[in-house]
């Protein structure tokens, strides 16, 4: 049984910042329109059984460790940029709430605290030894963690698979050094600091005790209680995280139609692009 496992926040941000214009009727629909063709594409090209979309709770328990945590996302923003944004998380919300429970998915996975990549690792750790063939799909390299158990993940980004070969020849390390990497260089993305002036390739040369200069190897044993700090919000899952239930999705074609219609998606609908939906159900049970 295929399994995809959806990144949906990292999904949706991508959709909100390549759609996030489009509207019909006065609403805003550029993140549902995008997340769905998306989704139906998805399905077309690598053909799962099931789908499993994982969305990160509005709050962190990351925090708790270091307040900051992706504080550079919560920048202060035009008047024009939050109207933006506002619009955005509705769709993110309605999604999660009401369109995908309509179509008949049943496996939509938010846990207070916990962050999707977290939840995709999770159920990665409780089911990689049930014979489920488990994807992960997103663009957020901290999944990179899960070659410890998968052998490739689907990058959005990229539009293709990466393996744990492709990691391992890409990076030096094992999986199992990909946190204390990224922990030593510290990430930008999620406002996580790093050892001043360390590198991800300076700080994957320590590791693997290849020759840099001396001052450096000095800052990362001075500052080894930060790269202590950076490995608990960095390492995936969250020790808080809880195992989830995979229940058996039944698709209702019918809502998928009306979702369309209520929506202004006809562009869905259109023949080539339903055959994609159909395809899907072939796979998944139909009500």
């Known amino acids: 049984m295929k399994i995809l496992l959806i990144d949906s926040n990292n999904l949706a941000h ?19 329109f995008g997340f769905m063709k998306s989704v139906m594409d998805l399905s077309h090209l690598l053909k799962p059984n099931e789908i499993i979309f994982c969305w990160d709770s509005p709050l962190s328990y990351r925090r708790n460790i270091f ?41 939509i996975f938010e846990q207070t605290g916990i962050e999707a990549d977290d939840l995709i690792a999770k159920i990665i750790f409780d089911y990689y030894l049930s014979g489920y063939k488990l994807i992960p799909v997103s663009s957020d390299n901290d999944l990179f963690q899960t070659f410890l158990y998968m052998e490739r993940i689907y990058l959005l980004d990229k539009k293709k698979f990466y393996t744990k070969e492709d990691f391992v020849k890409e990076w030096k390390i094992s999986p199992l050094e990909w946190v204390t990497a990224k922990s030593i260089a510290g990430d930008i993305t999620d406002n996580i600091p790093g050892i001043k002036g360390i590198g991800i390739k300076t700080a994957i040369k320590y590791i693997n005790g290849e020759k840099i200069n001396a001052s450096l190897i000095s800052k990362v044993e001075e500052n080894w209680n930060l790269v ?33 219609l209520e929506n202004g998606f006809s562009f869905l609908l259109r023949k080539e692009n339903f055959h994609k939906w159909l395809n899907l159900l072939e796979d998944l049970p139909v009500n």
């Open 14 to 32: 991508r959709m909100a910042f390549k759609l996030g214009h489009l509207t019909w009727q006065e609403k805003t629909t550029g993140v549902i």
């Open 67 to 107: 307040p900051e945590y992706k504080a550079s996302r919560r920048k202060e923003l035009t008047e024009e940029q939050q109207q933006e944004r506002k619009a955005a998380y509705s769709q993110f919300e309605e999604l999660k709430l009401e369109i995908l429970p309509r179509i008949g998915f049943r496996n």
């Open 228 to 260: 202590q700090r950076n490995q608990k919000i960095i390492k995936i899952p969250h020790p808080r995280t809880l195992s989830m239930s995979i229940e058996e999705s039944i698709i209702n074609l019918k809502e998928f139609e009306s979702v369309c």
